[in-house]
T-cell receptor
Framework: EAGVAQSPRYKIIEKRQSVAFWCNPI?????LYWYQQILGQGPKLLIQ????????DSQLPKDRFSAERLKGVDSTLKIQPAKLEDSAVYLC??????????????FGPGTRLLVL | GENVEQHPSTLSVQEGDSAVIKCTYS??????FPWYKQELGKGPQLIID?????GEKKDQRIAVTLNKTAKHFSLHITETQPEDSAVYFC?????????FGAGTRLTVKP
C-alpha cells in the first residue's frame, strides 16, 4: 500500500514570497491533516479535512495560510506571504474515518521550508 | 484544549539497556495514545498505540502502559539497538484531534 505522498520535499524562499505544498493521502482515507513542525518541537495541527470539508482550522493563521481539498482526495497548503517564523517542516497525514475517532494517523515525509 | 507533556527531552542509553519515556496529558476525555518514531529527514512513523480501554500493550521489544487515573502513559523499549536512535513523540487524541508531546531524542550507544 502506498503511503502519504508530499511534494516538494524542500523549498527555500524569501520572506513575503508565496509557497504551496501538495499532499496525496493514502487511498481510501477520508480524513487529511496538515501539521507544522518547528525544529525541536512536536507536530502542531494546522487544519483537518474530512472528505472535502474542513473539520478544524482553529490553529491555522488564516491571514496568511490557506488550504483546500476540493475533490476530497489531494490537498494543497499555501502560505502567502511567508514570514521568517514559517520556517518549519510541513507534514501531511491521513486516516480512515471510523466511529469513535480513534484512528491511526499516517504521516508523509514532510516538506522542509526555509524562509530567508 | 489538551496539553501533552513529555520527558525526558533527551535520553542516552547503552546498547542492550532499556529506555523509558513518559508522557502526561490533561484532558481525561482523551481516548487514544499513539507513539511515533521520527528519524532525521522523515515523517513520524507509528510504532505502537494504546486505546483507553487497555492498560498495557506489547509488541516485541516495545511496550506501552496507560494509567487513566493518573493521566499518564509510558513507552518502554527493551534490549535497545543503535537503530532505535531517533526522536520519539507521544500523542493524546480526542476524536482525531491529536496533540503531540515535544519529543524525546533517544541515542543508543553501541
Amino acid at each position: 500500500e502506498a503511503g502519504v505522498a508530499q511534494s516538494p520535499r524542500y523549498k527555500i524562499i524569501e520572506k513575503r514570497q508565496s509557497v504551496a505544498f501538495w499532499c496525496n493521502p493514502i487511498s481510501g482515507h477520508a480524513t487529511l491533516y496538515w501539521y507544522q513542525q518547528i525544529l525541536g518541537q512536536g507536530p502542531k495541527l494546522l487544519i483537518q479535512f474530512q472528505n472535502n470539508g474542513v473539520v478544524d482550522d482553529s490553529q491555522l493563521p488564516k491571514d496568511r495560510f490557506s488550504a483546500e481539498r476540493l475533490k476530497g482526495v489531494d490537498s494543497t497548503l499555501k502560505i502567502q506571504p511567508a514570514k521568517l517564523e514559517d520556517s518549519a517542516v510541513y507534514l501531511c497525514a491521513s486516516s480512515l474515518l471510523l466511529a469513535g475517532g480513534r484512528e491511526t494517523q499516517y504521516f508523509g515525509p514532510g516538506t522542509r521550508l526555509l524562509v530567508l | 484544549g489538551e496539553n501533552v507533556e513529555q520527558h525526558p527531552s533527551t535520553l542516552s542509553v547503552q546498547e542492550g539497556d532499556s529506555a523509558v519515556i513518559k508522557c502526561t496529558y490533561s484532558d481525561s476525555a482523551s481516548n487514544y495514545f499513539p507513539w511515533y518514531k521520527q528519524e532525521l529527514g522523515k515523517g513520524p512513523q507509528l510504532i505502537i498505540d494504546i486505546r483507553s480501554n487497555v492498560g498495557e500493550k506489547k509488541d516485541q521489544r516495545i511496550a506501552v502502559t496507560l494509567n487513566k487515573t493518573a493521566k499518564h502513559f509510558s513507552l518502554h523499549i527493551t534490549e535497545t539497538q543503535p537503530e532505535d536512535s531517533a526522536v520519539y513523540f507521544c500523542a493524546a487524541s480526542i476524536s482525531n484531534d491529536m496533540r503531540f508531546g515535544a519529543g524525546t531524542r533517544l541515542t543508543v550507544k553501541p
